[in-house]
């Protein structure tokens, strides 16, 4: 059994830098295919970026593509989702994945790809 810890989450003003961390237990993280997930308030749940096992780029949603980059510490089985020039768009509560396949690229977005999920952290971006 996979688990997922997030912490990193706040409150940061437009512009502003988070970096959100997500430690798994249970499976060493380089052999996960690893993503972020967000949802805002009254809207359905968002693919932002994705890696997958053994390393490669970040792939990341058009809306974030060029601010957020995704990374791993496999000697610490954290991931991390580094998030620059942030915008109010950009409030949500955010869930990291977890998937034991090795997805097609287009397979990356989709939530049914990732059988295990952390709780979640809230990211604000207000002035």
Known sequence: ?????????????????????????????????MAWF???????????AALRRYGGPTYAANSVRGRFTGSRD??????????????PEDTAVYFCAA??????????TNEATYEYWGQGTQVTVSS
């Not at 959100?20 to 060493?28: A, E, H, N």
């Open 74 to 87: 496999n000697a610490k089985n954290t991931v991390y989702l580094q998030m620059n020039g942030l915008k």
């Open 38 to 48: 967000r949802q805002a308030p009254g809207k359905e749940r968002e693919f932002v």
């Open 1 to 33: 059994q996979v688990q997922l810890i997030e912490s990193g989450g706040g409150l940061v003003q437009p512009g502003g830098s988070l970096r959100l961390s997500c430690t798994t237990s249970g499976r060493t993280s380089s052999t996960l295919t």
């Open 99 to 108: 998937g034991t396949g090795n997805p097609i690229v287009s397979s990356l």
